[in-house]
């Protein structure tokens, strides 16, 4: 009846009125939260106080990486002869290191593989993380080379509270999404690397090695560690670092070292392989190429990124 009805709609506006105001007690809290200088790093990224954005322009003059410019585009759709992928036209792919050498090495024939990841933490992957995956789709399908995807369930365990086991169980579920968005299946390797540490020895060897070339010092600058962060946490990002190099991946290139790496990845994750280039030198091996992204805005807006530490922030894959 039109009494219920009255009812309803009165009922929720009392809803949409407890959600605003509850909005701006977010909102608010957030604004007060919000650093003099904004913060990107690989666990967070959020804009200074006053900026209603990421600062790419001053991430790229932090790094020391360079914008991509329609020349690179141009020299990508003349090397593959396919077209430029709408991510690098739009600039949601933004920023590279050294993607030139990797086009001379394939018009050279000589080979490269690509590699990005996924820290599982959640049982599915949101929006936001689909972007370096498309583009990845993207490298493999124009240039027709390996892929390897490492699922960092180890980092999960030792950053978030989360037991060994679910961290685990987590890596194999967001791998489900990853395998659908249809690489190819017989040049793609998607590995945990807690089941991977276990069979293959060269993963581990070359984890030590870069681990005896970094100083805690380097890496607590590099990453803002401290005395009360975990050993684990001060000796991963050599873990990231290692499929960099081709060795980590026997069953794939065998012995050999000389073959390229390029990695697709939000620009977050750069700070890994601004290391991973320091150390490659002087273990013999190419320093590894990098696009980088831009961040998928939290639901919130675009002072933050979409994260899943954060469910209020993204749009997963199964909502």
Known sequence: SSSVARLLLSSKAV??????????????????????????????????????????????????????????????????????????????????????????????????????????????????????FQFTKYLQDVFDVPLVIQMTDDEKFLWKKLGIEEAHRLAYENAKDIIACGFDMKKTFIFSNLDYMSSCPKFYRNILEIQKLVTCNQVKAIFGFTGTDNIGMMAFPAVQAAPSFSTTFPHIFGNNSDVQCLIPCAIDQDPYFRMTRDVAPRLGYHKPALFHSTFFPALQGPQSKMSSSDPTSAIFLTD
Not at 44 to 52: F, H, L, Q, S
């Open 15 to 132: 809803e949409l009125e407890m959600a605003t105001e509850e909005q701006k007690k977010v909102d608010v809290c957030q604004a007060q939260e919000r650093p003099k200088e904004q913060i990107v790093d690989p666990w967070k990224a959020v804009a200074a106080e006053g900026k209603d954005t990421i600062d790419y322009d001053k991430l790229i003059e932090q790094f020391g990486s360079k914008r991509i410019e329609g020349s690179l585009l141009d020299r990508i759709e003349q090397v593959t002869g396919k077209k430029a992928h709408h991510f690098l036209k739009r600039g949601i792919f933004f920023s590279h290191r050294e993607v030139p050498k990797i086009l001379d090495a394939y018009e050279k024939g000589q080979p490269f593989y690509l590699y990005t990841g996924r820290g599982p933490s959640s049982e599915a992957m949101h929006l936001g993380h689909l972007i370096p």
